[in-house]
C-alpha cells in the first residue's frame, strides 16, 4: 500500500551477533534445570529408533536440507517476463471482533483443555514421571522424608463434621465461651515426593465451649486455591514450598511447575500457599495464614462449624505474601506484619494496619541476601526485625541441596524501626551473633542502671539454626528460651538462656502484655523434639519455671493463654492444648489454671487431632461481629 510508511528498517538477523542474555539468579536456576531434565531424557531414549517419518537422517536429506540465510542478491537472471500485477497484497486495519471475558478465580473446577494443552499436559506428566523413576531410589534426607515426617500422630485425618455433647471431665471455666482453634499441616494427597512437616495443607481444628459444661469439636481444610486446584484434579500438582524444592529433582519441579503455568494448566498467579501455620482474629476476621501466600479468612459458624471465606489481600491493598505471625497491639488494635521475597528486591517490607484494616504504611526494608524471617516482635513505639543467618540460595540446588542454608559468614541482628516510618532510613541494626530465633514472644523498651536505653527480646533461640531444613549427624536440635537485650544507646547487645537445657518453643504470652512487659511466657517443653511432652510457665522476673506434664506417652502442642476479662493479674486465664494418648490412641482437649498450672478440666475429642503449629481463641462476642 502507498499510503503505509515503515518506521524503521528491520534489524538483520545474524547468529553471530546476538548476544547470550543476563539472567537473574532464579533464571540461572531454571536453565540448570531444564538442561539437567533434558539431558536426562535424551540419555534416556539415546538408544530407540526413530520413526523415519521423525527421523533427521530421512526428513532432511537431499534438497531437504536446510541452508544458511543469504543477504540481498540484485540483478537476477530472468527468464521471460514478470508480470505488472505482482505486487505485494494492500494492507488493511485489525480491529478485535469481541472483548476477552474476565476471569473468576471464586471457584475452581477440571480444567477444559484444548488440543495444545492436552498435549502439553501429556508431555510435561512423561518428563515428571520420567524423573521420578530416575529419582525413585535415592534416599531423602530425613528432613524431607514422609515416612519420617508423617508418622505416627504427625500422620493427616479426614475433615470431622460438628460433633456435640462431647464428654467432659472437670468443669470448662464460665469465661472460656468460644471456640479454641489450632492450625495445622494436613496434607490431603500422599506425597510424590519430598514433604517437608511444614508442607501439608491447612487444617483447623476448632473446640467451641457453651454453657452448662457443653462443647463441640470439628475439624476442617482451609479450602485455599491450591487445595481447590488439586480437588479438581484428583493429585497433587503444584510445588510444596520445602519438601519439593530439594536437590536437582527440585529444579526439575520448579521448571515443570511455571511450564504448567505457563501453558494454562495450573493457576499460579492466585496463590499457591497451604495456610496453614498461624491464625489471628482481626477486624471482624479469622485469618489462616503461612508465609507463602497471603492469609484466607475463614468463618466460625454459630454451630461451631468452619467455612472458607476466600484469600484476603485487604481490600486490594497488599499483593505479596505475608508472614504467619503478625503482630496486633492490644493499646491501638494496630496491626503488623513483614513480607520477605526469595528472589527479587527489596527481600523485605514491613506493614501496618490500622483497626479497621486499612493499610497505614508498606516500608520497603534493604537486606545483602533473601533471609528466612518466620517471626518478629513489637513494642510500644518499635518494630523488632531479624534479620539471621538462615538464608535462601537457590544454588544450592545445582549442588543437590536444599534451598534454605545456614550462612556462617553472616553476622546475625536486630533492626530496631518506629511503628510510624514511612520509610528504612531511621532503622537501627545491632549485631547479635550466631542467634536464630525462629519465635519471638515478646519485646518492651526499658532503661538500664546507666540510663541507656534497652530493648529486650524474649525469643526461642535454634541450634543448629537450620537443623529443621537439613539433616545434621550427631547434633541434636536445642531451642531454648533466650532473654537478648538490644542497647540503642551505645549499639550492643547481650544474651543470656533461661532454663538452660530444655527445649522450650511454640508458646503464647498474655496478648494483653503484646509489646510490654511481661512476667509470664507459657511454651511448649519439646522433648523428645519434636513431640510436646508438657507446658512450662516460665517467669521472666525469678526465672523459674513451672512444668505440667501430660504423663506417659501423652503429648501435646502449643500452650495457649486465654486471659480473664477483667483479670486483675497477669497469669489470671487458662491454658489450654490439644493431646495426644499414643498408648491409648486417644485424643483430649486439656485446659489449665494459668496461676496454679493444675488441670481443671478435658474435653474428648472423637477423632484424632495430629499434631500442629499454632492458636488462637475468640470469644463470643468476636464471634457475632465476624464479617
Same mark, same amino acid.
Given at each position: 500500500?502507498p499510503?503505509t510508511?515503515?518506521?524503521?528498517k528491520?534489524?538483520?538477523?545474524?547468529?553471530?551477533?546476538?548476544?547470550?542474555?543476563?539472567?537473574?539468579?532464579?533464571?540461572?536456576v531454571a536453565? $540448570?534445570?531444564?538442561?539437567?531434565?533434558? *539431558?536426562?531424557?535424551?540419555?534416556f531414549?539415546?538408544?530407540?529408533?526413530l520413526? +523415519?517419518?521423525?527421523?533427521?537422517a530421512v526428513?532432511?536429506?537431499?534438497?531437504?536440507?536446510?541452508?544458511?540465510? +543469504?543477504?540481498?542478491?540484485?540483478?537476477?537472471?530472468?527468464?521471460?517476463?514478470?508480470?505488472?500485477?505482482?505486487?505485494?497484497?494492500?494492507?488493511?486495519?485489525?480491529?478485535?471482533?469481541?472483548k476477552? &471475558?474476565?476471569?473468576?478465580?471464586?471457584?475452581?473446577s477440571?480444567?477444559?483443555?484444548?488440543?495444545?494443552?492436552?498435549?502439553a499436559? $501429556?508431555a510435561?506428566?512423561?518428563?515428571?514421571?520420567?524423573?521420578?523413576?530416575?529419582?525413585?531410589?535415592?534416599?531423602?534426607?530425613c528432613?524431607?522424608d514422609p515416612?519420617?515426617?508423617?508418622?505416627?500422630?504427625f500422620?493427616?485425618?479426614?475433615?470431622?463434621p460438628?460433633c456435640?455433647?462431647?464428654?467432659?471431665?472437670g468443669?470448662?471455666?464460665?469465661?472460656l465461651h468460644?471456640?479454641?482453634?489450632?492450625?495445622?499441616?494436613?496434607?490431603?494427597?500422599?506425597?510424590?515426593?519430598?514433604h517437608?512437616?511444614?508442607d501439608?495443607?491447612?487444617?483447623? @481444628?476448632?473446640?467451641?465451649?457453651?454453657? %452448662?459444661?457443653?462443647a463441640?469439636? +470439628? +475439624?476442617?481444610?482451609?479450602?485455599? %486455591?491450591?487445595l481447590?486446584?488439586?480437588l479438581?484434579?484428583g493429585?497433587?500438582?503444584? &510445588?510444596?514450598?520445602?519438601? =519439593?524444592l530439594?536437590?536437582h529433582l527440585?529444579?526439575a519441579r520448579l521448571v515443570?511447575?511455571?511450564?504448567?503455568?505457563?501453558?494454562g494448566?495450573l493457576?499460579?498467579?492466585?496463590?499457591?500457599?497451604?495456610?496453614?501455620?498461624?491464625l489471628?482474629?482481626? *477486624?471482624?476476621?479469622?485469618?489462616?495464614?503461612?508465609?507463602?501466600?497471603?492469609?484466607?479468612v475463614?468463618?466460625?459458624t454459630?454451630?461451631g462449624? #468452619?467455612e472458607t471465606?476466600?484469600?484476603?489481600?485487604?481490600?486490594?491493598q497488599?499483593?505479596?505474601? #505475608?508472614?504467619?505471625h503478625?503482630k496486633?497491639?492490644?493499646?491501638?488494635?494496630?496491626l503488623? !506484619?513483614?513480607?520477605?521475597?526469595?528472589?527479587?528486591?527489596?527481600?523485605?517490607?514491613?506493614?501496618?494496619?490500622?483497626?479497621?484494616g486499612h493499610?497505614?504504611?508498606?516500608?520497603?526494608?534493604?537486606?545483602d541476601?533473601?533471609?528466612?524471617?518466620?517471626?518478629?516482635?513489637?513494642t510500644?513505639h518499635?518494630?523488632?526485625?531479624?534479620? @539471621?543467618?538462615?538464608?535462601?540460595?537457590l544454588s544450592?540446588?545445582?549442588?543437590g541441596?536444599?534451598?534454605?542454608?545456614?550462612?556462617?559468614?553472616?553476622?546475625?541482628?536486630?533492626?530496631? #524501626?518506629?511503628?510510624?516510618?514511612? *520509610?528504612?532510613?531511621?532503622?537501627?541494626?545491632?549485631?547479635?551473633?550466631?542467634c536464630?530465633?525462629?519465635?519471638?514472644?515478646?519485646?518492651w523498651?526499658? %532503661?538500664?542502671i546507666n540510663?541507656d536505653?534497652i530493648?529486650?527480646?524474649?525469643?526461642?533461640?535454634?541450634?543448629?539454626?537450620?537443623a529443621?531444613f537439613?539433616e545434621?549427624e550427631?547434633m541434636?536440635l536445642?531451642?531454648?528460651?533466650?532473654?537478648?537485650?538490644?542497647?540503642t544507646?551505645?549499639?550492643?547487645?547481650?544474651?543470656?538462656?533461661?532454663? !538452660?537445657?530444655?527445649?522450650?518453643d511454640?508458646?503464647?504470652?498474655?496478648q494483653k502484655h503484646?509489646?510490654?512487659k511481661?512476667?509470664?511466657?507459657?511454651l511448649?517443653?519439646v522433648?523428645?523434639?519434636?513431640?510436646?511432652?508438657?507446658?512450662?510457665?516460665?517467669?521472666?522476673?525469678s526465672?523459674?519455671?513451672?512444668?505440667f506434664?501430660?504423663?506417659?506417652?501423652?503429648?501435646?502442642?502449643?500452650?495457649?493463654?486465654?486471659?480473664?476479662e477483667?483479670g486483675?493479674?497477669?497469669d489470671d486465664?487458662?491454658i489450654?492444648?490439644?493431646v495426644r494418648?499414643?498408648?491409648?490412641?486417644k485424643?483430649?482437649?486439656?485446659?489449665v =489454671?494459668?496461676?496454679?498450672?493444675?488441670?481443671?478440666?478435658?474435653?474428648?475429642?472423637?477423632?484424632?487431632?495430629?499434631?500442629?503449629?499454632?492458636?488462637?481463641?475468640?470469644?463470643?462476642k468476636?464471634?457475632e461481629?465476624?464479617?
Amino acid at each position: 500500500s502507498p499510503d503505509t510508511k515503515p518506521i524503521s528498517k528491520p534489524l538483520p538477523i545474524s547468529t553471530t551477533t546476538i548476544s547470550r542474555p543476563t539472567l537473574n539468579p532464579l533464571q540461572k536456576v531454571a536453565s $540448570t534445570a531444564l538442561d539437567f531434565v533434558e *539431558n536426562s531424557l535424551m540419555n534416556f531414549k539415546n538408544d530407540h529408533k526413530l520413526p +523415519c517419518t521423525i527421523d533427521p537422517a530421512v526428513q532432511l536429506m537431499g534438497n531437504f536440507a536446510p541452508v544458511p540465510e +543469504c543477504p540481498v542478491c540484485t540483478g537476477l537472471e530472468v527468464t521471460g517476463a514478470i508480470p505488472d500485477e505482482l505486487h505485494g497484497p494492500k494492507s488493511f486495519e485489525t480491529k478485535p471482533i469481541s472483548k476477552p &471475558l474476565p476471569i473468576s478465580t471464586t471457584t475452581v473446577s477440571r480444567p477444559i483443555l484444548n488440543p495444545l494443552q492436552k498435549l502439553a499436559s $501429556t508431555a510435561l506428566d512423561f518428563v515428571e514421571n520420567s524423573l521420578m523413576n530416575l529419582k525413585k531410589d535415592d534416599k531423602l534426607p530425613c528432613t524431607i522424608d514422609p515416612a519420617v515426617q508423617l508418622r505416627g500422630n504427625f500422620a493427616p485425618v479426614p475433615e470431622y463434621p460438628i460433633c456435640t455433647g462431647l464428654e467432659v471431665t472437670g468443669a470448662i471455666p464460665d469465661e472460656l465461651h468460644g471456640v479454641y482453634l489450632r492450625n495445622g499441616a494436613n496434607p490431603m494427597f500422599k506425597p510424590t515426593g519430598g514433604h517437608h512437616l511444614f508442607d501439608g495443607d491447612g487444617m483447623i @481444628h476448632a473446640v467451641k465451649f457453651g454453657p %452448662n459444661n457443653k462443647a463441640s469439636y +470439628c +475439624c476442617r481444610f482451609t479450602r485455599t %486455591n491450591r487445595l481447590k486446584q488439586e480437588l479438581s484434579l484428583g493429585r497433587p500438582c503444584l &510445588l510444596k514450598p520445602i519438601g =519439593e524444592l530439594h536437590g536437582h529433582l527440585g529444579l526439575a519441579r520448579l521448571v515443570l511447575f511455571y511450564a504448567r503455568g505457563a501453558v494454562g494448566l495450573l493457576d499460579t498467579g492466585n496463590g499457591i500457599g497451604a495456610a496453614n501455620a498461624g491464625l489471628v482474629y482481626f *477486624n471482624g476476621c479469622l485469618l489462616a495464614m503461612s508465609e507463602d501466600d497471603l492469609p484466607y479468612v475463614v468463618r466460625v459458624t454459630q454451630d461451631g462449624d #468452619l467455612e472458607t471465606s476466600g484469600r484476603f489481600d485487604y481490600d486490594g491493598q497488599v499483593n505479596c505474601p #505475608l508472614i504467619a505471625h503478625p503482630k496486633l497491639d492490644p493499646d491501638t488494635g494496630e496491626l503488623f !506484619s513483614l513480607s520477605y521475597d526469595v528472589v527479587n528486591k527489596p527481600y523485605l517490607k514491613f506493614f501496618g494496619f490500622e483497626p479497621n484494616g486499612h493499610k497505614s504504611r508498606e516500608v520497603s526494608i534493604t537486606l545483602d541476601q533473601p533471609t528466612m524471617i518466620h517471626d518478629f516482635a513489637i513494642t510500644e513505639h518499635h518494630v523488632i526485625i531479624p534479620d @539471621h543467618q538462615v538464608v535462601f540460595k537457590l544454588s544450592q540446588m545445582v549442588r543437590g541441596k536444599s534451598p534454605v542454608v545456614y550462612d556462617p559468614n553472616k553476622v546475625s541482628r536486630y533492626g530496631i #524501626l518506629s511503628k510510624k516510618a514511612e *520509610n528504612e532510613s531511621g532503622i537501627q541494626w545491632i549485631d547479635v551473633p550466631d542467634c536464630f530465633c525462629f519465635h519471638i514472644w515478646n519485646a518492651w523498651e526499658e %532503661n538500664d542502671i546507666n540510663g541507656d536505653k534497652i530493648i529486650v527480646v524474649i525469643g526461642s533461640c535454634m541450634n543448629p539454626p537450620d537443623a529443621i531444613f537439613n539433616e545434621r549427624e550427631n547434633m541434636p536440635l536445642r531451642s531454648e528460651l533466650t532473654e537478648i537485650r538490644l542497647n540503642t544507646t551505645i549499639g550492643g547487645s547481650t544474651r543470656r538462656v533461661i532454663g !538452660s537445657g530444655l527445649n522450650l518453643d511454640a508458646g503464647t504470652i498474655n496478648q494483653k502484655h503484646l509489646g510490654r512487659k511481661s512476667r509470664y511466657i507459657y511454651l511448649a517443653i519439646v522433648e523428645p523434639w519434636p513431640k510436646c511432652s508438657g507446658m512450662a510457665k516460665v517467669n521472666l522476673e525469678s526465672k523459674t519455671i513451672t512444668k505440667f506434664l501430660y504423663g506417659n506417652e501423652r503429648f501435646g502442642g502449643e500452650p495457649f493463654f486465654v486471659p480473664v476479662e477483667n483479670g486483675e493479674r497477669e497469669d489470671d486465664g487458662y491454658i489450654m492444648s490439644y493431646v495426644r494418648d499414643e498408648d491409648n490412641e486417644k485424643s483430649e482437649l486439656v485446659v489449665v =489454671e494459668a496461676s496454679s498450672m493444675k488441670q481443671i478440666s478435658r474435653v474428648k475429642l472423637p477423632g484424632r487431632v495430629p499434631y500442629g503449629f499454632h492458636g488462637t481463641f475468640i470469644g463470643n462476642k468476636d464471634l457475632e461481629n465476624q464479617y
